[in-house]
Each structure stands twice: as structure tokens, then as C-alpha cells.
């Protein structure tokens, strides 16, 4: 089972792939959260990337796409895997396919969350994160248990450097730009599933789940 999560920045990528990850038993990889480490970490790439995601931008493909490639070899993701954000531009589904037909291994589903933007900036400026088990939080949908603690390892929650909303908006437009054009590219391949994700989490799930019918 190997699915594509697509969507506006705050559609529910990151949430539902941890849902259907523990369902599953497969990973989830988020280039986000790959990237944030890094960040996090200080390495060269970390330092690279910070420049473009603080400006809401995109880093650039090969850099992506060489790091996915690595995280695709390692064992867990013989079984499977949840793409959360990646590929973002059609260089990089172009990049992934390759990549795919060579390891012999097709996608399953590429899974779209449709949200306003309205919605976009109201989950993306009231979440946060556990920057130890990344779980998102969210001031009025998702209240931590205990104030600002993450209710699984009790970390200090944080807000991300992309988060106020300016720089939201950017990352609206440049979804639009870039990204887009991929929900025609994979429905031409007969492998884009719509979800409107304009719901609770629980029913956005079963939606999600119905959405992938078989698949699952
Ligand atoms: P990334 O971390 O991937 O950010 P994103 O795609 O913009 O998506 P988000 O993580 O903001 O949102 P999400 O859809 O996962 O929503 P979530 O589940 O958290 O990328 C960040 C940056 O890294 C990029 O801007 C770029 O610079 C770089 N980057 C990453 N990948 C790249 C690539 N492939 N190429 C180039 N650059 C790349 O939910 C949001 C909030 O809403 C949470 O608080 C949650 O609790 C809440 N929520 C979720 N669902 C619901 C619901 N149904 N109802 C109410 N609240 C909900």
C-alpha cells in the first residue's frame, strides 16, 4: 500500500496519515517533519532549507526529491508508505515515478484533501506541535489534555517559524501554483481519490477511508 497525501497546507494531511499509519502499520513520511529535523539538527541541509520555509517556499526539488529516494530505501517502507507532502511539484511526481518503477513498486492512491482557505488559515494559526512525536494540536478543535503539554510525552508544545498569517497565505498561493497542476497529473493516471475534508477529524477519516475503499 503506498498512497500520496495532497492538499493546501492545514487540510489534514499530517492527521490522517497518522491515523491511517497505525492502521496500516506502514510509515508516514512527511518531508516537513524531515526537513523541520534538520532545521532542528543544524545540519547543511537543515541550514539550506530553513531560508526557503520561513519565507513559506518551496526547497528545491532535487534536494526533496534525494531525500525522499533515501527515506524510500530504508526497510520500513518495503511494506508500504504514506507520502505527506511530497511530491509538491511536477518535477518531483515525475522524480518519484521513476523512482517507483524502478523498485518495482507503483503508488496505490493519491488521496486529495479539498479545505477553504478560510479553513487553511484557522487550523494552520491555531495549531501545535510536539516537536518530539510531531502530533498536532489545535487551540479550539484539539486542546491539549493539560496546557500546552503534549499529551503523549509531555513536551512543551510549539509553534512553527511558518506559521503567522502572512506567511499562510504565501504558502496558499504558492500551493496554488505549483501544486495544483498535480491533482491533473495524477487523476490522468486514474489514482486521484477526493476527500472533502471540510469536517471533524473523526468523520474527515471515514471519509478518507471510504474514499480508498479496496486499497485498505
Ligand atoms: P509541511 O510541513 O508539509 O506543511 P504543509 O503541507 O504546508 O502542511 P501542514 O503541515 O501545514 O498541514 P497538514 O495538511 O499536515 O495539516 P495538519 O494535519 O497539521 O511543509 C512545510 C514546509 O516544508 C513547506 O512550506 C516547504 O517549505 C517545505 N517542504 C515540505 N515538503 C516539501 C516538498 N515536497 N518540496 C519542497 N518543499 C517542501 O492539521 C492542521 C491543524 O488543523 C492541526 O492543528 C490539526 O489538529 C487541525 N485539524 C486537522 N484536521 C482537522 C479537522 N478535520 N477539523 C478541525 N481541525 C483539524
Same mark, same amino acid.
Given at each position: 500500500m503506498?498512497?500520496?497525501?495532497?492538499?493546501?497546507?492545514g487540510?489534514?494531511?499530517?492527521?490522517q496519515? @497518522?491515523?491511517?499509519? $497505525? +492502521? !496500516?502499520?506502514?510509515p508516514?513520511? =512527511?518531508?516537513g517533519? %524531515? /526537513?523541520?529535523?534538520?532545521?532542528?539538527?543544524?545540519?547543511?541541509?537543515?541550514?539550506?532549507a530553513?531560508?526557503?520555509?520561513?519565507?513559506?517556499?518551496?526547497?528545491?526539488?532535487?534536494?526533496?526529491? @534525494?531525500?525522499?529516494? $533515501? +527515506? !524510500?530505501?530504508?526497510?520500513?517502507? =518495503?511494506?508500504?508508505? %504514506? /507520502?505527506?507532502?511530497?511530491?509538491?511539484?511536477?518535477?518531483?511526481?515525475?522524480?518519484?515515478?521513476?523512482?517507483?518503477?524502478?523498485?518495482?513498486?507503483?503508488l496505490?492512491?493519491v488521496?486529495?484533501?479539498?479545505i477553504?482557505?478560510t479553513?487553511?488559515?484557522?487550523?494552520?494559526i491555531?495549531?501545535?506541535?510536539?516537536?518530539?512525536c510531531?502530533?498536532?494540536?489545535?487551540?479550539?478543535?484539539?486542546?491539549?489534555?493539560?496546557?500546552?503539554?503534549?499529551?503523549?510525552?509531555?513536551?512543551?508544545?510549539e509553534?512553527?517559524?511558518?506559521?503567522?498569517?502572512?506567511?499562510?497565505?504565501?504558502?496558499?498561493?504558492i500551493?496554488?501554483?505549483?501544486?495544483?497542476?498535480?491533482?491533473?497529473?495524477?487523476?490522468e493516471?486514474?489514482?486521484?481519490r477526493?476527500?472533502?475534508?471540510?469536517?471533524?477529524?473523526?468523520?474527515?477519516?471515514?471519509?478518507?477511508?471510504?474514499?480508498?475503499?479496496?486499497?485498505?
Amino acid at each position: 500500500m503506498r498512497f500520496v497525501f495532497l492538499g493546501l497546507p492545514g487540510a489534514g494531511k499530517g492527521t490522517q496519515a @497518522r491515523i491511517l499509519s $497505525e +492502521r !496500516l502499520d506502514i510509515p508516514q513520511i =512527511s518531508t516537513g517533519d %524531515i /526537513l523541520r529535523e534538520h532545521v532542528q539538527e543544524g545540519t547543511r541541509l537543515g541550514i539550506e532549507a530553513r531560508t526557503y520555509m520561513d519565507r513559506g517556499e518551496y526547497v528545491p526539488d532535487d534536494v526533496v526529491v @534525494r531525500m525522499v529516494e $533515501e +527515506r !524510500l530505501g530504508e526497510p520500513d517502507a =518495503s511494506k508500504g508508505f %504514506i /507520502l505527506d507532502g511530497f511530491p509538491r511539484t511536477v518535477r518531483q511526481a515525475q522524480a518519484l515515478e521513476v523512482a517507483l518503477v524502478e523498485l518495482g513498486t507503483p503508488l496505490t492512491a493519491v488521496v486529495k484533501f479539498t479545505i477553504s482557505d478560510t479553513t487553511a488559515i484557522r487550523r494552520i494559526i491555531g495549531r501545535y506541535t510536539c516537536p518530539v512525536c510531531k502530533r498536532t494540536y489545535h487551540q479550539e478543535w484539539r486542546p491539549p489534555a493539560n496546557d500546552q503539554l503534549c499529551d503523549v510525552d509531555g513536551t512543551p508544545l510549539e509553534k512553527r517559524s511558518d506559521e503567522d498569517e502572512l506567511t499562510v497565505k504565501r504558502r496558499l498561493a504558492i500551493y496554488r501554483e505549483q501544486t495544483e497542476p498535480l491533482e491533473r497529473y495524477y487523476a490522468e493516471r486514474g489514482l486521484l481519490r477526493d476527500v472533502d475534508a471540510e469536517a471533524r477529524m473523526d468523520t474527515v477519516t471515514e471519509r478518507m477511508l471510504a474514499a480508498l475503499g479496496d486499497a485498505v
